[in-house]
C-alpha cells in the first residue's frame, strides 16, 4: 500500500513513502526484533549533550501496557488504534537531573519519535503519531514522576484496506489526497516571507 508524496525534489522513498494510516491489521503482530529495532532507532536519536529526555511507555497489543495507552486515548483514536499492533507513548523530561528546565526536551523527543517513524517504515510498517489523549490519565495510570510530560501516543502496525474502518469519515481521511503547505510558504531566505533559493518552489512537499 503506497501513498508516496508528490515532492518538487527526489527525496529518499522511506520518506516520500511514509504516511499515518488508521486502518491497521488487528491480525497483525510486529516482532520482536523489529520493535527492538525502533526502540533503539529512537535511542540514537542526536540529542543535546546527549542528554536524552525521551522515555517511551511500550505496550503490545493483548498486553496490559497497551491498554492503559488505549485507555488514555481520547475518543476519536479510540475508533481505529486498538487494532494497531504496538502502542507508544513518548514522554519528554522537561527538567535536568541538576533540576534546571530542559528547554529542548520535546523537540529532542520529537527526533527520538521521528527516527522509530523512519525505522518502522523500514521494517515495512507504519506508525502514526497522536496527540489526542489524556496526558493526566495517562500519567496517572502508569505512575509518570513529575518533571516529565507525556507528549505522544504512536500507533505502529501493518496497514490494511481502508474499507475496515466502520466510520465514514476515518474512510474518507484514509484515501484523501496527501498536502503540504508549498516550499515558498515555509521556507524563508534572509526576511520572513522571502522564500529561500530552491529548484523549485511549486512542490507541496
Known amino acids: 500500500m503506497s501513498r508516496s508524496a508528490v515532492t518538487s525534489t527526489a527525496v529518499h522513498p522511506l520518506l516520500a513513502e511514509r504516511w499515518s494510516p488508521r486502518s491497521f491489521d488487528p491480525s497483525h503482530e510486529v516482532t520482536a526484533e523489529q520493535l527492538t529495532a525502533l526502540l533503539e532507532a529512537a535511542r540514537w536519536a542526536a540529542s543535546a549533550f546527549n542528554g536524552q529526555p525521551w522515555r517511551f511507555i511500550v505496550g503490545r497489543r493483548g498486553d496490559e501496557a497497551h491498554k492503559v ?3 488514555s486515548l481520547l475518543g476519536f483514536n479510540q475508533r481505529w488504534a486498538g487494532t494497531a499492533s504496538v ?26 519519535v521521528a ?3 523512519i525505522q518502522a517504515h523500514a521494517e515495512g510498517l507504519h506508525a502514526h503519531q497522536m496527540s489526542g489523549f489524556d496526558g493526566d490519565r495517562l500519567r496517572a495510570a502508569v505512575g509518570i514522576p513529575e518533571g516529565f ?9 501493518a496497514p490494511a484496506a481502508a474499507d475496515l474502518l466502520a466510520d ?3 474512510r474518507a481521511r484514509e484515501s484523501a489526497p496527501r498536502e503540504r503547505r508549498a516550499l515558498a510558504e515555509t521556507f524563508f531566505a ?5 522564500p529561500a533559493e530552491l529548484v523549485s518552489a511549486a512542490g507541496a512537499g
Open 69 to 71: 495507552l488505549f485507555d
Open 87 to 112: 502502542l507508544v507513548a513518548a514522554v519528554a523530561a522537561e527538567v535536568k537531573e541538576d533540576g534546571s528546565p530542559h528547554s529542548t526536551a520535546a523537540y529532542e523527543t520529537g527526533l527520538a
Open 115 to 117: 527516527q522509530l517513524t
Open 149 to 157: 510530560r507525556p507528549i505522544a501516543v504512536i500507533a505502529v502496525g
Open 168 to 170: 465514514e469519515k476515518l
Open 190 to 194: 534572509a526576511s520572513w516571507g522571502t
